[in-house]
């Protein structure tokens, strides 16, 4: 067995926990495809190595694998990719935060590598500044959508909490803007806190009352939040996609009054496996349930893989071609990559203790209600 390489940008090597079952190929072996997973520490990065490991072993291909942590930074993504094109891989998969995919995203498309981001939401990930970024995950403005939909059923009066340098304060910004004016809506209170800020909320804002409130960012912000004790007691609490499935969610005191936003699930596998089977391989694997975004993690690895023939040696030339051009059988729905390389046949929807609801779902009376 052989370790991933870690790449070491200004002499720095990741902070990330690479467990002993993500094995790579010798780096030595030309005919091995080049894959660089690129995060930063916590559970996406688990996820990640998961679903890499697993796509590996069902496309029967030991990939070289280099690992790199882009600590939530855009200077420290460049920097990361910077490393990684020395590496000359045939694709990079990663940069769950959407600032870290765009920052990353110019350098692999100025150096010419496959970028699949499968959980960057960021409405302009693809463009002519990143020509070589395909994104594998709906977008902020499908996401928002819904967002609006449960805040005009929830109002007359919600608080919006965003996180600050994440996708969560533009998402909260947006929604704001949205229903400013809507008779639906006459108080819509927005906040922008830091990560681990929740501090910064105002008790007579956040008081005993049932205002249902949107928290819009990581699971870490979402987490801080709930923990600092200056939510309603009673009343809905929103939360954006990357807290789907999240503990936090799930806690006892918070599940019967969560929703969260993510993509629908109307099918059951995945490429050529059923999807239940992918997420209790890496259950086994990670020690926990797996986080929102392993199956479009599992979809980009497989993409690239299955994208790879032994018979051409590194395909790194044809590799988006062929994905540009595949459909995937996935829980989402049969998706496929538009001219922009952004993710096609899905939609989102609002999550409710397992169940997916109707966004109206998200009631005035400060309730969710799952329907029959």
Do not use: K
């Not at 920052?103 to 939401?121: C, H, K, M, Q, W």
């Not at 996180?163 to 949205?178: F, M």
């Not at 008790?203 to 709930?226: I, K, W, Y």
């Amino acid at each position: 067995m052989v370790a991933p390489l870690r790449l070491c940008p200004g002499g720095r090597a990741p902070s990330l926990a690479i467990p002993d079952w993500l094995a790579s190929a010798d780096p030595a072996d030309p005919t091995a495809p080049r894959l660089v997973l690129a995060e930063s520490a916590g559970p996406n990065a688990a996820d990640l190595f998961a679903a890499t490991a697993l796509a590996a072993e069902d496309a029967g291909i030991r990939p070289v694998v280099a690992i790199g942590d882009d600590r939530r930074d855009p200077d420290a993504a460049r920097a990361v990719a910077h490393e990684a094109a020395a590496v000359a891989p045939d694709a990079v998969i990663g940069h769950f935060g959407s600032r870290t995919a765009m920052a990353a995203g110019e350098v692999y498309g100025n150096a010419g590598i496959a970028f699949l981001a499968p959980g960057s939401s960021a409405d302009d990930l693809c463009g002519p500044d990143r020509p070589t970024t395909r994104q594998i995950f709906g977008r902020d403005a499908e996401q928002r959508a819904v967002l609006e939909a449960a805040a005009r059923s929830a109002g007359p009066a919600i608080l919006i909490l965003g996180e600050r340098d994440n996708y969560g304060a533009g998402l909260a910004r947006d929604l704001s803007g949205a229903v400013a004016g809507d008779p639906a809506v006459r108080t819509a209170t927005v906040r922008i806190l830091d990560r681990y800020g929740a501090g910064g909320l105002p008790r007579d804002e956040a008081g005993p009352g049932a205002a249902p409130v949107f928290l819009l960012g990581s699971q870490d912000f979402a987490t801080a939040v709930v923990d600092s004790g200056r939510l309603p007691r009673a009343g809905v609490l929103v939360f954006s996609d990357d807290s789907h499935g999240a503990p936090v969610v799930e806690r006892p005191d918070i599940a019967p009054r969560a929703a969260t936003v993510f993509l629908d699930r109307p099918g059951t596998r995945l490429v050529d496996r059923a999807a239940s089977d992918i997420r209790e391989r890496a259950a086994a694997r990670l020690g926990r349930a797996p986080g929102p975004y392993l199956e479009t993690t599992y979809l980009a690895v497989r993409a690239v893989l299955d994208a790879w023939s032994p018979a051409d040696g590194r395909a790194r030339r044809r590799v988006l071609d062929t994905i540009d051009a595949a459909v995937w059988e996935t829980p989402y729905g049969r998706l496929r990559l538009d001219a922009q390389g952004r993710l096609a046949g899905h939609r989102w929807c609002l999550w409710h203790r397992g169940r997916a609801v109707e966004p109206a779902a998200v009631a005035a009376a400060g309730t969710v209600s799952a329907g029959p």
